[in-house]
């Protein structure tokens, strides 16, 4: 006779409202855990894909996702000059406020340098990549554009031709891709009054033309000596160069430390929040159950019985929640407006937390059963 299932039985309604409660909390968990792996993998999804070897950026800063960055319109010819120097091609991103059918978003915009660089590496559901200089776009799933939609950028009118998927910016908006020297278009056109007020402040009839780009990637030769090409960069005095592992280093340890930190504060107070409803739960249920404890001493029962009721009962409190928990966060984090990332690692981690937790819990429970004597069911 396994005495768990039977006092579950008895209470069955309360218990499933008890796995419903226990899952929400562990909902919240993985949602927190979930939430803090999607900003890191936003953060560095576009340092990972484009993947060069080193970012050539403006001299003493550490752009362009750490801080701004802004570097003369030739220095991708200075640098494929270099010794090792297999392909370079110039990067740069804005932000961009688009109205498309009456609708305003919000997207990051992206400059590739066609024809050294056409979004082959973008992951694409439908459409194809980059095929010609100009006015072709390729815009993230989470914008709402479809296959042949035709959105207005600055003063030109551009065409869908991909949509890709989870390419999100670090700050959550969906990125478009477009070749640099559109996106050096669209980040020159200034308003009809901000160009009045500039010509007013300089006294200039015109305004100059600025350079927009922000790095320039480089790609190695095989066996390329790499501390060579770093030192010469350096001695420019107009010029920084960092390595792809360090420009993620600076993005995700500098711009984005506090709210990584604060995400992991919130994580461990669900966690904290968790580990004592569960205790509460595990203990009120004992107390409830002395007087049969009691009962159960008096007729001969052993310990080891009531110890493995116990246990049993918060173990099935702590997977059934588990269950529950997950299956609420795959049913409602995909419609989250930031990407939520699930991973199998972090919830079988969170499985050993919460059964550790009824574990912790069951020693509770146990400790004051322990206390009842046989003859307390007399009184």
């Known amino acids: 006779m396994n005495l768990a299932f039977k006092d579950i039985r008895h209470n069955l309604a309360r218990f499933v409202i008890t796995l419903f409660g226990v899952g929400l909390l562990i909902t919240a968990s993985v949602g927190m855990v ?11 999804l576009l340092i990972d894909r484009i993947g060069p070897d080193y970012w050539v950026v403006q001299g003493g800063k550490a752009g362009p ?3 701004s960055s802004l570097i003369a319109s030739t220095m991708d010819r200075r640098v494929a000059g270099l010794a090792g ?3 370079v091609r110039r990067f740069m991103q804005s932000d961009q406020q688009i109205v498309h059918a009456g609708v305003q978003r919000r997207a990051t915009l992206v400059g590739l340098d066609y024809t050294e660089d056409e979004g082959d590496w973008i992951e694409l559901v439908r459409g194809r990549p980059l095929a010609q200089g100009r006015y072709e776009v390729i815009a993230d799933a989470s914008l709402g554009f479809a296959i042949g939609d035709r959105i207005d950028l600055a003063r030109d009118t551009y065409e869908v031709v991909g949509i890709a998927q989870h390419m999100i910016s670090a700050m959550g908006d969906g990125l478009i891709f477009v070749t640099i020297n559109d996106a050096l278009d669209i980040a020159r056109h200034k308003a009809n009054e901000e160009v009045r007020l500039a010509r007013a402040a300089s006294g200039l009839g015109a305004m100059p033309a600025e350079s927009k780009i922000a790095a320039i990637l480089v790609d190695l030769d095989p066996g390329a000596d790499a501390a060579a090409l770093v030192r010469t960069v350096m001695g420019w005095g107009d010029a920084n160069i960092l390595s792809n592992a360090a420009q993620t280093d600076l993005f ?9 930190v604060q995400v992991l504060a919130f994580t461990a107070v669900l966690l904290a929040v968790m580990a004592i409803v ?23 029962a052993r310990d080891g019985m009531i110890y493995g009721m116990i246990v049993q009962q918060a173990a099935l409190i702590g997977i059934g929640g588990y269950a529950v928990g997950v299956a ?6 995909p419609l989250f407006p930031r990407r939520v990332v699930l991973d199998p690692e972090d919830l079988a981690v969170m499985l050993g937390v919460v059964l550790l937790f009824s574990l912790l819990a069951a020693q509770l429970g146990i400790r004051r059963a322990m206390r009842t004597r046989a003859q307390d069911v007399l009184s």
């Open 328 to 333: 609420l966060a795959h049913l409602v984090f």
């Open 278 to 300: 569960i205790a509460l739960i595990v203990y009120t249920m004992t107390l409830e159950k002395l007087t049969s404890i009691s009962l159960l001493k008096l007729i001969g």
């Open 252 to 260: 995700l340890n500098q711009r984005l430390w506090r709210l990584r």
């Open 85 to 87: 120097v297999a392909r």
């Open 34 to 44: 979930g939430l803090y792996r999607g900003i890191v993998a936003d953060a560095t």
């Open 65 to 67: 996702f750490a801080e």
